[in-house]
């Protein structure tokens, strides 16, 4: 404690640093809950998707063998390669300074026009599961990258807490109770003094 400085200004500087810390971990903790929070919801979110998505692959299958019985394996060739193809877009979104990323998906396919005239019910049933599976995947891949920037947000979070909570403020509160000591112990000697000059001042004019 030699390098602080034992004076009443250097004491209200650091109680107002105890404060402003104060504040900062309570705000930090308030964040570190509503990520905490989001993350199991995504984790939530995550495990139904992953559930659906077993029976989305079964349905696709299924679809396949269906249009390959019903339209023939070259047909069914055919129209797959005929598929334009497939658009993403990603952007961002905030979630308490934390920016996840959102991933748009636009399906290539066929004119509507030319899907009702040509392609069979069969392989437009198969196109559609397909579709749909490959929008879950993406879905699943957008919130599982999510959960990955929502952890390390949280144990960088963690990390500051725990260097306020245990480190910084238990050491402003100990300087402060430093300086307060040793200002408390010069008060009292000066009452000392003055009592002892006092005392000598009153034998002489005795």
Do not use: C, H, W
Request: hydrophobic share 45%.
């Amino acid at each position: 404690m030699e390098s602080v400085k034992t004076t009443r200004m250097e004491l209200i500087k650091i109680k107002s640093r105890i404060r402003v810390a104060g504040k900062g971990l309570n705000l930090l903790k308030l964040k570190r809950s509503s990520l905490v929070l989001e993350f199991f919801n995504l984790a939530r979110q995550i495990e139904l998707l992953k559930g659906s998505m077993e029976k989305s692959v079964e349905k696709a299958y299924e679809s396949t063998k269906v249009a390959e019985i019903a339209a023939g394996k070259i047909a069914l060739e055919r129209i797959a390669a005929e598929q334009s193809k497939i658009g993403t877009s990603v952007t961002a979104k905030n979630v308490m300074g934390v920016k996840i990323p959102s991933i748009s998906v636009s399906m290539g396919s066929l004119s509507a026009a030319y899907e009702l005239i040509s392609v069979p019910a069969a392989i437009y049933d198969a196109q559609l599961s397909y579709s749909q599976l490959f929008k879950m995947l993406i879905e699943i891949a957008e919130k599982e990258n999510s959960l990955r920037k929502l952890l390390y947000e949280i144990e960088k979070l963690n990390r500051r807490v725990n260097a306020l909570e245990n480190v910084t403020m238990p050491r402003l509160i100990s300087s402060a109770a430093y300086i307060k000591q040793r200002l408390d112990d010069m008060e009292r000697d000066q009452i000392v003094s003055l009592k002892f000059v006092k005392g000598k001042l009153n034998e002489q004019g005795e």
